[in-house]
């Protein structure tokens, strides 16, 4: 195992303990850490909520590429130790200490995240703890199942602890690092197709940084998203409906690559393919790999598949490293920076899906916070996406809560999104493309096709009064734009009695 996984033979010395590695972290230490849905590092969160249990009082500012697993954020949460955490994250505990402000948060377009680190916008970073699937022969680092803001945060941190990953296998081959240029000296990034490789297989590091090694049998605990509901089936069934007559139309061409969030009406999309015989060949441009990636490509339907990190179950893990030979020359991970570039979304036409908390009547996004205060996850890259994709999807079940809240509202209780960056708004109920209408136009479609049946007549009313009595681009009744809200907050519901 050390011979095979720690092939840099000066930095076999530097093999240790969690207690002994986490020493370096104390009171006040800026952490920044691997992971990106998966990839993030197990031994020394442990041992930092150890350290708390056994009664040493500190606190640490944790720095990730995204969310991460229980063992992380949740852990680290529910022994008080964090003071900052930065940026997207999806833990519940973690979520209440945030909206309590007990935790300080700031949400950030994950695009951005290494050229702030780069230039020192976050703070010094004191250390990196980092999960490694092996180290190469020169020093290098060989990432597990994410890349994210690893490679920025390797090559700025004053000690790098890595965690040996003994559960992934030999992943070489499937990572392309690259690291941009920082302005004013940046050059284009020289992805022309979502194939298309630029950098190293590996994270360039300095091994004189690195001031522990550790070996680790824990697994990523990733989300598990269940088989597509009728809901989140017929969302996706819109959306491949509204591309395949787009294409039929020449509006728009056949082989432009797709995007996806996570979760289930994105992976009810990505499985869409799986029975639509009019996509045969196709390119994924994406953050998150799920485990429809896999099953489209066993059956030939992918070309390439880019992300920033893989969100597999048990199951769909184990067929990929069983089978790594067949999937390396089909998947890409890449820097997050480079997965969510707004220049590369652009220049490749990407079709972006994303959902949303709610939309309101004019097409504003509320991606993050329920009833416009308590933060839900962050923004994550839905906005590098949906900003800079050549088709832009905003997709929502329509009603939540047993129905008792309606996702089409008259005003978002907050913006993540603004109209100008959504093309089309999508419910189970059916799609409107806003391109070619004006915002009075937009409302009216938005209420007839996208809106559940028992909120639609209040919808309605609510429009064609602002319209009346205030009149306007973009009518609205200021004093009464968030009557829904309103009522659920007083009754629990946000149908009219």
């Known amino acids: 195992m050390l011979t095979d996984r720690v092939r840099y033979t000066p930095l076999r010395d530097k093999i240790t303990d969690p207690a002994t590695a986490a020493r370096h972290i104390q009171d006040g230490t800026n952490l920044f850490i691997s992971g990106f849905t998966a990839g993030y590092p197990k031994l020394i969160p442990q041992e930092l909520v150890?350290?708390?249990?056994?009664?040493?009082?500190?606190?640490?500012?944790?720095?990730?590429g995204a969310s991460t697993g229980d063992m992380v954020d949740g852990a680290l949460a529910r022994a008080e130790l964090i003071a900052w955490r930065r940026p997207y994250m999806s833990d519940k505990f973690m979520r209440g200490q945030i909206n309590q402000g007990k935790i300080l948060f700031k949400d950030d377009h994950l695009s951005q995240l290494s050229?702030?680190?780069?230039?020192?916008?976050w703070g010094r970073c004191d250390v990196a703890v980092v999960e490694a699937a092996a180290i190469t022969e020169?020093?290098?680092?060989?990432?597990?199942?994410?890349?994210?803001?690893?490679?920025?945060?390797?090559?700025?941190?004053?000690?790098i602890i890595i965690e040996i990953s003994a559960s992934s296998p030999n992943l070489e081959g499937i990572h392309d690092i690259y690291i941009p240029e920082d302005p004013p000296y940046r050059m284009p990034i020289p992805i022309y197709r979502t194939a298309d490789r630029i950098g190293k297989p590996f994270i360039k590091m300095d091994p004189n940084r690195v001031v522990a090694i550790l070996f680790s049998t824990e697994k990523d605990h990733c989300p598990i998203f269940t088989p597509p509901d009728a809901t989140s089936s017929r969302i996706a069934e819109h959306i491949l409906?509204?591309?395949q007559h787009?294409?039929?139309?020449?509006?728009?061409?056949?082989?432009?690559?797709?995007?996806a969030g996570v979760g289930d009406v994105a992976n009810a999309v990505l499985s869409g393919f799986i029975k639509d015989d009019n996509f045969q060949a196709i390119?994924?441009?994406?953050?998150v790999l799920q485990d429809s990636v896999l099953d489209l490509i066993d059956l030939g339907k992918v070309r390439a598949a880019s992300g920033s990190a893989m969100t597999l179950s048990e199951k769909a893990r184990e067929r990929f490293y069983n089978e790594i030979f067949r999937y390396r020359d089909k998947i890409v991970l890449r820097p997050v920076e480079i997965s969510n570039s707004p220049e590369v979304i652009r220049r490749l036409g990407v079709i972006a899906i994303n959902t949303a908390i709610e939309v309101d009547i004019y097409g504003q996004v509320n991606s993050t916070h329920v009833m416009g205060t308590q933060l839900m996850n962050g923004i994550g890259g839905s906005g590098d996406f949906l900003r800079n994709g050549a088709l832009s999807f905003i997709v929502t079940p329509s009603t939540a809560k047993g129905g008792l809240i309606s996702a089409i509202v008259p005003m978002v209780s907050h913006v993540d999104h603004s109209e100008h960056s959504v093309d089309v708004v999508v419910t189970e109920h059916g799609l409107v493309d806003t391109r070619p209408l004006t915002p009075r136009q937009v409302a009216e479609q938005v209420?007839?096709?996208?809106?559940h049946p028992d909120f639609r007549d209040q919808l309605w009313d609510y429009y064609q009064r602002a319209v009346r009595e205030r009149g306007g681009h973009e009518p609205h009744i200021i004093e009464k734009a968030f009557f829904m809200h309103q009522c659920f907050l007083e009754n629990g519901d946000m149908r009219l009695k």
Not at 246 to 259: E, F, N, T
Request: hydrophobic share 35%; net charge positive.
């Open 447 to 451: 209420i007839k096709k996208c809106a």
């Open 50 to 64: 150890r350290r708390a249990e056994s009664g040493e009082q500190f606190k640490i500012n944790l720095f990730a």
């Open 246 to 259: 787009q294409i039929k139309k020449g509006r728009m061409p056949s082989a432009l690559p797709w995007q």
């Open 115 to 121: 050229a702030k680190v780069r230039a020192g916008e």
């Open 138 to 159: 020169q020093g290098h680092l060989i990432p597990t199942m994410s890349v994210g803001n690893t490679p920025t945060y390797v090559q700025e941190a004053d000690k």
């Open 283 to 287: 390119d994924i441009y994406s953050e």
């Open 241 to 243: 409906d509204f591309v």
